[in-house]
């Protein structure tokens, strides 16, 4: 057990506490190297260790099949909605579901590349239906898990029409498994679930690398980079290694007689269980999304009392809860429960809260 508070940030967000602990005793002498990581030649037989082993780790946890690269890149969630359309829309048509903040930025930015149409357009407390998707499409753009909002996907859906789509994961890569016979492309930020911010992961089937347009920056050319292993120009280092870490904390986890992917997949499905479990008993807040697509790994919540926002905030950082204001563009509060928060974190959360809602409700 940890002395650490509770952290519920929505990014960068809480690592887990044996990683951090690794990476601190590595600092000054990487594996007898006598380096930090951070100061090694990416070329070096140190760091092709370190990449070699995060790259086959990644690709064991998620069962990324052997047509699928893995990419290890820069530029974030918002650098791939420039770097997707110009790698895959060939200047053509692209279909974007909006179901929340992320997904509507998505559509923005490919409309500088792209003849972008919004297939279908939720309200950020659904997934909307009816989606107008066009044969002749690109690519169907998707955000698995708006961050914000707090909607996620429990189920890919199938396109019938041979497009590929393009899931923005960023927000619960590696909280679940993902149904690659559905996905084309896909594409995560690290600073949530994996590791670092810096590190931005992307896997794409092969029979999509090619087509970037001219105008593609050469570093950001997924054929380039993918032909290059990641190391065209010189990738995130020290982001990798953690990332790393946290991958190798992945595979030894148990929980519930499960272990690995399947364990924190079952530990993220308790805690996102207990808290809107609470929510939902309470007159007192509120979560607002549709029941069939409440994310896992964001809740967004309201007091039905908003004077008492404030006084909520204070409380709970002095409880040892951390980061729990939410998105200023929808207020109210938002706890960030990803793979590194304990179920214990987010007891702590509940206990808290109903604790609250007796004294000021
Ligand atoms: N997509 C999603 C789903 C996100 O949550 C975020 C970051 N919160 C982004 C994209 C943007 O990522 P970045 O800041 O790394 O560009």
């Known amino acids: 057990t940890s002395s650490r508070p509770f952290n519920f940030s ?9 990683v951090l602990r690794q990476v601190a005793a590595e600092m000054l002498d990487w594996g007898g190297s006598g380096m930090s990581v951070m100061e090694m030649s990416h070329r070096g037989k140190e760091f092709g260790s370190i990449l070699a082993a995060a790259e086959a780790d990644l690709r064991e946890l998620l069962a990324v099949p052997a047509n699928f690269r893995i990419l290890f890149m820069q530029g974030g969630g918002l650098g791939e909605n420039a770097i997707v359309p110009l790698n ?24 500088r590349y792209a003849d972008v149409q919004v297939a279908a357009e939720g309200t950020g407390r659904e997934i909307p239906r009816d989606w107008q998707l066009r044969d002749d499409a690109a690519y169907v753009h998707v955000c698995t898990n708006e961050t914000i909002d707090g909607v996620e996907f429990h189920d890919l859906p199938q396109l019938t029409n041979g497009v590929p789509l393009v899931i923005d994961c960023s927000s619960h890569l590696l909280s679940r498994p993902i149904d690659w016979s559905r996905v084309g492309l896909a594409f995560g930020g690290a600073q949530k679930n994996v590791g670092p911010a810096g590190v931005t992961l992307v896997f794409v089937r092969e029979d999509l690398l090619g087509h970037a347009l001219d105008i593609c920056p050469t570093a950001f050319n997924y054929e380039t980079v993918a032909n290059n292993q990641s190391m065209y120009n010189t990738p995130p280092t020290f982001g990798i290694y953690v990332a790393g870490l946290v991958f190798q904390w992945l595979k030894g986890f148990d929980y519930a007689g499960k272990r690995g992917l399947a364990a924190i997949e079952q530990r993220n499905i308790d805690k996102a269980a207990l808290l809107y479990g609470m929510l939902d008993g309470s007159g007192f807040y ?37 980061q729990l204001k939410g998105h200023k563009s929808v207020g109210g509060m938002r706890a960030s429960i990803y793979n ?10 509940v206990s808290f809260m109903k604790d609250f809602e007796a004294r000021h409700g």
């Open 10 to 18: 929505a990014g960068p967000a809480v690592l887990p506490e044996p």
């Open 88 to 111: 895959l829309s060939r200047g053509g048509k692209v279909d974007v579901v909006v179901t929340g903040s992320w997904s509507r930025k998505s559509a923005s930015e490919a409309r």
């Open 340 to 349: 590194a928060m304990s179920l214990e974190g987010v007891q702590a959360l």
């Open 286 to 322: 509120e979560n607002r999304v549709a029941p069939s697509c409440r994310s896992r790994m964001n809740v967004p919540f309201f007091l039905k009392d908003e004077s008492l926002n404030d006084a909520f905030l204070a409380e709970s950082k002095a409880t040892g809860l951390l």
